[in-house]
């Protein structure tokens, strides 16, 4: 391992809100910020803290109203881009395709993406 030093400095949210996840397929994790109703906030990764910085890319998902709590992301198709998900409580995921995110070529739904395994949502990983 190489320390690195701060790599992000934060932008004023408690941790339990920040995700990390490549949204631009420029093979880097942003940095996100979800918000109890669902809503991200997205700042691109350009380097981080001290090597590039971060663009602030403000709301790139408006929610699709479920809470934050329920809020995942993985690239399903890929694209490189990470999708927007939400997990139920039965395990049952659903799926945004990310095509630029809110304001940037938006998002098409796809239901459901999996049915689940017959295992509680809060032992599921993506």
Do not use: C, M
């Not at 941790?15 to 918000?35: P, S």
């Not at 409580?89 to 796809?110: F, L, M, P, R, Y």
């Amino acid at each position: 391992w190489s320390e690195q030093g701060t790599f992000a400095t934060g932008v004023g949210e408690p941790g339990d809100k920040v995700r990390f996840a490549d949204i631009n397929a420029d093979g880097k994790a942003d940095y996100l910020v979800v918000q109890d109703n669902g809503v991200i906030n997205a700042w691109i990764n350009n380097g981080g803290t001290g090597h590039g910085g971060w663009s602030e890319q403000g709301t790139f998902a408006t929610g699709v109203g479920e809470p934050g709590d329920k809020v995942r992301f993985a690239d399903i198709n890929a694209d490189g881009k990470a999708d927007y998900l939400t997990l139920q409580d039965n395990g049952v995921v659903n799926a945004w395709i990310n095509n630029g995110g809110t304001g940037h070529g938006g998002w098409s739904e796809q239901g459901t993406f999996a049915t689940g395994v017959g295992e509680p949502g809060h032992k599921v990983r993506i």
